[in-house]
């Protein structure tokens, strides 16, 4: 059995005194996209920043290729390959487009590949290259997600952490990004974990899905099978 790129074991997290995960189980596998489903508050949010080791504290264990990160820096944990896009886009509002997208390269040191990937990035968001001297906090909000995936992208990650890219966006918008990133995830066998509350377009985009209530895994299975489940039906797909 080949090992997981990513595997998380009862793995619990706190905010203080306020514990947000209890025990969760589950894994990612290479070159997959898994997206974790779930009602506000049930813990998707602080199951990335856990991976991340980002403002949370977590007992249990982390995996990535098969080695354990908990315990270690926010910082370290970027440059084994891991890129979060956070809820909310965190682009530099006052750096313009290619600023921001430097910034996202900060642990690289290859400097003729940093700039192939320039263009790399540019074919896939064409918008971006037309705005690349522009401040970002003047792009419009589809235009500032797709900065913060590209931004994520210029690291060259193994494992694609999103949370809730399709927030505030037309749905013109965001089938253009969901699509961007099955390419990303076909061509350049990015891993991808999706946390999105529109579950249906998760599910579509997704190999297998993970439900999440009061933080805890309650559901899993492929995408196609979650689907099909009439609870999931019922709460999250509306039919």
């Known amino acids: 059995m080949t090992t997981p790129l990513l595997e998380v074991k009862n793995l619990s997290a706190a ?16 070159g997959s996209i898994t997206t974790l489903l779930g009602a506000n508050g049930a813990g998707k949010t602080t199951t990335l920043r ?39 886009r965190g682009t530099f509002v006052n750096l313009t487009t290619e600023e921001n997208l430097r910034l996202g390269a900060y642990t690289r040191k290859d400097k003729a590949a940093i700039a192939e990937d320039f263009e790399r990035i540019y074919s896939y968001f064409p918008r971006l290259k037309e705005r690349r ?3 970002a906090g003047t792009l419009s909000g589809g235009e500032q997600q797709m900065l913060a995936v590209s931004r994520a992208l210029m690291l060259r990650p193994k494992l694609l952490l999103l949370d809730e890219p399709s927030f505030g966006l037309a749905p013109l918008i965001v089938r253009e990004i969901f ?8 061509k350049e066998k990015v891993s991808i974990l999706l946390v999105e509350q529109n579950a249906a377009m998760a599910l579509q985009l997704a190999d297998s899905a993970y439900l999440i209530e009061t933080g805890q895994v309650v559901l899993s299975g ?12 019922r709460a999250y797909l509306g039919h």
């Open 15 to 30: 905010y203080g005194v306020t514990r947000v995960l209890h025990g969760l189980n589950f894994r990612i596998e290479q």
């Open 50 to 88: 856990a991976l991340c080791q980002m403002m949370v504290k977590t007992e249990g264990e982390i995996l990535f290729e098969g080695k354990p990160i908990q315990g270690q820096s926010t910082e370290d944990i970027v440059r084994l390959g891991v890129a979060h896009v956070p809820d909310g």
């Open 133 to 135: 001297l522009q401040q």
């Open 179 to 186: 699509g961007i990133m099955r390419t990303i995830n076909e």
């Open 222 to 233: 492929s995408a196609a099978e979650i689907k099909q489940n009439d609870a999931v039906r």
